[in-house]
């Protein structure tokens, strides 16, 4: 559970960086390395991430279009064929989850890639080195 | 395994990587890369600007090159009152204001007049930037600058505006990249003196560039002389002119000169657009006028003005108030251009209207040799000049285009089968303005009085335009400005001949000749893009001019007494269409009665009833619309037959058409050529009423009421619908007062009132922020369909205190 929380503040963390203008796809090396760095089972890697960038992109964009009252999403949405302002902010969210949950994931089996576990490859649970 | 199940997680990843950063297809547009796109902290959630108004007023307070502290004061309809120590450093943080909020307007705007829209856009715009540029609009813009560069204090006031540009840009990150740069993935460009003008130009171009030489020389070749005098008269005895005839010109001996005029015809090889044929298309036009304090309840004098554009978002206007040493004026501007078109100061108001003469010509060349290098002139052989365009394009190699460029102009068309393809283009607007026109024309904002006005306005130069005037002791006036060429006698109505120079403009008509009048005793001046003159005035002069608004706006303040701010708000939205009712009492006296049935009966009642106004919830308007448009294109089959064999013809005007259902039914125009038997004016209109009735017949009644019929928009810049207001309901026709039709209408409705103190009101079917994200993006727009109005905020210094004040910063020297 702690490295799952850790996991998730991590992705969490990184990702906020773009608030300082770092670009989106910074959630893929910080996915990665959360995922090297950090043990977790492969699920539970990939829930720590998915929901870290969920809920990032998803409550950035919903208090953005809060205090926005909905005024842009209403228009964007007629530019995606008609969504709606919590539809544009499930997306976000969606992308933000999925980049950020397969990030952590390609970053737990590569690292179990390159230094293969030494109880073998189906342990259940594995420990920091 | 491990590989397995390792490339299980990293291929999905890469892929939503790759998808995710490519920007997607959608038919000839691209989207932008969804990532970017969807990013809370890049893409378009950013421009979400919060709804209290916060981010709308643009944060950064420092600009390096400031002479002194700027105070901006902001109002609650986001309008900036500048206070500044001197004309440049308001030009300066002008120029940062509007970028601020209108960036991606400017950068487009002075991009399609520079013929560099496919830059960004790519191929689908390489036709418009090749037309633009073969019609000589850079051409003359780079004459323009180098004439403008003789005037130092217009360039530093230009070079301050866009430092004030530059600036805002420069402070840009991809975060707050104003949206349609996301959406379009391009970057805004460097402002520069040089892009002024090409707004400048764009406006000039949009009220001026308008001819009918082709389509009346070959209707003067079918038709011979004297048929062509019955179909297109150019005065209307009905015409209220603007500038009565008072004995003023008896004094001017003009220049006269024999009518040399060609006609042979010019087929071409597509069939000419019947709209653009057709002399009723949308006019850009607009209303002003002012009254004296003898007709106001007030005693003091009243200017009104609404210009009438086609509307867009972002709108083409700005409104803000400058206040310099020199000057405290408020009105509205171009953004891009850091001069006050239309407002008032504390001594006096000003409005315009266009003029609408024709001031670009074309001349018919012969080329002495087959790479069409060397022309005929007098006699002689000239050679063209050749001018290589190149135009970028975005996803594709760069178009080499080359212009010929004669005495007369460009040569437009290079298409052979192009019916004005060896025909060279002179047009006003070529012509180099004077290196202190802009900087005279801004000091129109300063103009006390009569004599300043004056003096101002001749540096609108190209831009041809009725200038109403009111001032706080009292004076009104009204003079049509304007370079209009001394023309011979009917020149300028055809194509001409290319080969002589003598059919060349003699110069211009001195300003002190042009047509204008002060003080006149009726007590009111107007103008609504009629003739500028009765027939009398000594100079030539042809246009296409409106016949209706004028008149009725006369017949309206002529009956007016007592007249306050709310009787002329009742003309501003006056629905009456003159057109519709001088139209229906025609076809209603040539109507067949007896051959039309009870259901017909039904319609005929409900046009019998309707008092000519175009109020949105009526039907009569539609049905009204839908008869006069079959009747007269079922009278001119004549034009319509010539059109299907790719011949461009004229087609009469309105006013003309209505005059002969009144006066001469029997003409043989009346006759429909594919019958054995000969009609007259009656059987037409009847024809006209049945096919009207027909089409109304299958029409669900809600899509008869004249607002959905007319089928109101507000388009986006580019054309996005998302970002447009197609939801709007109005009222209003191309000739009534209130000329709102399907994108066009009143752009800036303005009522001030030159009393102590000035009240002035005003709206526009806009919003300040071009950010469709913002809530002040389009926050006008139902107050004008509803025709409310509101109180401008006009303050004397910048720490007056007002209820109505959302904002106040500095901007400071230094970085």
């Not at chain 2, 009111?524 to 008149?551: C, E, I, K, M, W």
Request: proline fraction near 7%.
């Amino acid at each position: 559970m702690k490295n799952f929380i850790l996991t998730f503040i991590t992705v969490l963390a990184g990702g906020l960086l773009g608030y300082w203008g770092v670009p989106w796809w910074s959630l893929v090396p910080v996915g990665l390395a959360a995922g090297w760095l950090i043990r977790n089972t492969p699920a539970r890697g990939f829930a720590a991430g998915f929901l870290a960038g969920f809920l990032l992109w998803g409550i950035w964009a919903f208090a953005l279009d809060h205090a926005n009252e909905g005024i842009l999403s209403a228009r964007i949405g007629m530019l995606f064929q008609g969504l709606g302002n919590w539809m544009l902010i499930l997306i976000t969210a969606l992308l933000g989850g999925l980049v950020a949950g397969f990030a952590v994931l390609s970053g737990s089996l590569g690292y179990d890639l390159a230094f293969p576990p030494k109880k073998g490859p189906y342990a259940r649970r594995r420990r920091r080195r | 395994m491990r590989l397995i199940r390792f490339l299980f997680a990293f291929l999905p990843l890469a892929g939503l990587v790759w998808a995710l950063s490519v920007p997607l297809k959608a038919g000839d547009k691209t989207l932008p890369a969804l990532g970017r796109f969807f990013s809370p902290f890049s893409g378009f959630w950013q421009n979400a600007e919060p709804a209290n108004g916060r981010n709308a007023v643009p944060l950064q307070a420092k600009l390096p090159a400031l002479k002194g502290p700027v105070e901006v004061v902001w109002d609650d309809m986001m309008v900036p009152h500048i206070f500044a120590g001197d004309p440049n450093d308001a030009a300066m943080v002008q120029g940062y204001i509007h970028a601020s909020h209108r960036l991606f307007q400017m950068d487009i705007v002075s991009r399609q007049t520079a013929g560099r829209l496919s830059e960004v856009i790519g191929p689908r715009t390489l036709e418009a930037d090749r037309l633009i540029r073969r019609r000589g609009l850079p051409w003359a813009v780079e004459r323009n600058m180098k004439s403008l560069q003789q005037s130092p204090r217009t360039m530093q006031l230009l070079e301050a505006y866009a430092a004030g540009v530059n600036a805002y840009i420069d402070q840009l990150n991809p975060a707050t990249l104003p949206l349609e740069y996301k959406l379009m993935n391009f970057e805004p460009e460097h402002w520069s003196p040089e892009r002024t003008l090409f707004v400048v130009a764009n406006m000039i171009d949009a009220l001026n560039n308008r001819d009918n030489d082709l389509a009346a020389t070959n209707s003067l070749a079918v038709f011979g002389r004297d048929t062509f005098n019955y179909l297109y008269p150019s005065w209307n005895a009905k015409q209220t002119p603007i500038i009565p005839d008072t004995g003023q010109w008896a004094d001017i001996q003009p220049l006269v000169r024999p009518e040399t005029v060609s006609g042979q015809t010019a087929p071409g090889s597509a069939p000419p657009e019947r709209s653009e044929l057709s002399p009723n298309r949308d006019l850009n036009g607009s209303n002003n006028w002012a009254v004296a304090g003898s007709r106001t309840r007030s005693g003091a004098p009243i200017l009104c003005n609404d210009t009438h554009l086609p509307l867009r978002l972002p709108h083409v206007w700005y409104v803000q108030q400058i206040q310099t040493p020199q000057f405290n004026s408020y009105g509205i501007v171009v953004p891009g251009v850091p001069l006050m078109a239309i407002g008032f100061n504390n001594d006096m108001a000003w409005g315009f209207t266009n003029c609408s003469h024709e001031v670009a010509d074309w001349y018919r060349l012969q080329w002495t040799d087959g790479g069409k290098t060397t022309y005929l002139l007098d006699g002689q052989p000239r050679k063209a000049e050749l001018r290589v365009e190149e135009i970028r394009v975005k996803g594709a190699p760069a178009v080499r285009d080359t212009v010929r460029y004669t005495d007369w102009g460009p040569v437009v068309y290079d298409q052979p089968d192009h019916p004005l393809h060896d025909c060279a283009y002179r047009y006003v607007a070529h012509d180099p303005m004077k290196p202190e026109s802009l900087y005279e024309f801004l000091n129109i904002s300063s103009a006390r009085n009569y004599d300043d006005y004056r003096k101002a306005i001749p540096g609108l130069e190209a831009l041809s335009q009725n200038v109403a005037f009111a001032s706080r002791n009292g004076a009104i006036a009204l003079t049509v400005q304007g370079k209009f060429p001394v023309r011979q006698n009917g020149q300028g109505r055809f194509v001409q001949d290319g080969t002589a120079w003598a059919n060349n403009w003699a110069g211009y008509i001195p300003a002190s000749q042009l047509p204008a009048m002060r003080n006149p005793s009726r007590g009111f001046v107007y103008s609504a893009n009629q003739h500028s003159t009765p027939p009398t005035y000594p100079y030539y002069y042809l246009g296409n001019f409106d016949h209706s608004r004028g008149r009725r706006i006369y017949q309206r303040l002529e009956n007016m007494r007592d007249i306050t701010i709310d009787s002329m708000k009742s003309i501003q939205l006056d629905n009456y269409s003159q057109r519709a009712a001088d139209g229906l009492h025609a076809l209603l006296r040539r109507v067949k009665r007896e051959q039309l049935n009870d259901s017909e009966k039904k319609w005929l009642s409900a046009l019998e009833q309707w008092d000519a106004r175009y109020q949105p919830d009526q039907i009569a308007p539609s049905l009204f619309e839908m008869w006069f448009d079959s009747t007269y294109f079922h009278t001119w089959d004549e034009m319509e037959n010539l059109r299907r064999q790719k011949t461009a013809v004229l087609y009469p005007e309105h006013w003309r058409f209505c005059e002969l259902l009144e006066s001469d039914s029997a003409s043989v125009f009346f006759d429909e050529l594919s019958t054995p038997q000969r009609e007259e004016a009656g059987d037409i209109v009847t024809a006209g009423f049945h096919k009207m009735a027909a089409r109304a017949e299958k029409m669900p009644s809600d899509s008869l009421q004249w607002h959905t019929f007319k089928g109101f928009v507000i388009k986006h810049l580019a054309m996005l619908d998302a970002f447009s207001r197609l939801d709007v309901s109005v009222g209003g026709s191309r000739n009534s007062p209130n000329a709102i039709s399907t994108n066009h209408g009143p752009t800036w409705r303005m009522i001030v009132e030159m009393g102590a103190p000035i009240r002035a009101l005003g709206v526009y079917p806009g919003g300040q922020s071009g950010n469709p994200g913002s809530r002040y993006y389009d926050n006008f727009v139902d107050a004008w369909a509803r025709g409310d109005y509101f109180d401008l905020v006009f303050l004397s210094q910048s720490d007056e205190q007002n209820p109505r004040i959302l904002a106040r910063q500095t901007f400071t020297p230094g970085s």
